[in-house]
């Protein structure tokens, strides 16, 4: 199976999710599966405000959908809400393609506490990025209980 994983955070950065990912993407490419990763390595990248360790990819629907058209994935996972993360979505959706979608953080706490960002804006928006997918994977039952309320 070609299984495509769209993730605005990859190599190099170190952090939480691309370790599950990193992981994730090993042992599907030990059970024999072709695995390609979308990350914002491909793309003009610009700091996230607040955390300039994680680079936000400058792009379009149009230019994800082409790279997910070039390699004709027969599986699609969203692994962030990000740029990448909503350009997939938008792209995917319009086509009626189905996809998964995972949720790794508490990120409305930290824009929350970093940028004064009102939890629940950021609840609703991430509920909206999830409901589209067929399936939505948390990390943990409390994020699943989060994204539920």
């Given at each position: 199976?070609?299984?495509?994983?769209?993730?605005?955070?990859?190599?190099?950065?170190?952090?939480?999710?691309?370790?599950?990912?990193?992981?994730?993407?090993?042992?599907?490419?030990?059970?024999?599966?072709?695995?390609?990763?979308?990350?914002?390595?491909?793309?003009?990248?610009?700091?996230?405000?607040?955390?300039?360790?994680?680079?936000?990819?400058?792009?379009?629907?149009?230019?994800?959908?082409?790279?997910?058209?070039?390699?004709?994935?027969?599986?699609?996972?969203i692994?962030?809400?990000?740029?990448?993360?909503?350009?997939?979505?938008?792209?995917?959706?319009?086509?009626?393609?189905?996809?998964?979608?995972s949720?790794?953080?508490?990120f409305?706490?930290?824009?929350?506490?970093?940028?004064?960002?009102?939890?629940?804006?950021?609840?609703?928006?991430?509920?909206?990025?999830?409901?589209?997918?067929?399936?939505?994977?948390?990390?943990?039952?409390?994020?699943?209980?989060?994204?539920?309320?």
């Open positions: 199976m070609r299984i495509l994983i769209v993730s605005d955070a990859w190599l190099p950065q170190l952090n939480g999710v691309v370790r599950a990912l990193s992981t994730t993407r090993e042992r599907l490419v030990g059970m024999g599966h072709e695995v390609e990763v979308l990350g914002p390595d491909r793309f003009r990248t610009v700091p996230c405000p607040t955390y300039p360790e994680i680079r936000l990819a400058l792009t379009r629907p149009s230019r994800v959908g082409r790279l997910i058209e070039a390699f004709a994935p027969d599986a699609v996972h692994a962030t809400e990000g740029p990448l993360g909503w350009c997939a979505r938008h792209w995917l959706g319009r086509r009626d393609l189905r996809f998964t979608t949720f790794h953080t508490l409305p706490l930290y824009l929350k506490l970093r940028a004064g960002f009102p939890e629940r804006w950021s609840y609703a928006l991430l509920r909206r990025f999830h409901n589209a997918a067929a399936h939505t994977m948390c990390s943990t039952p409390t994020l699943d209980g989060l994204l539920r309320e």
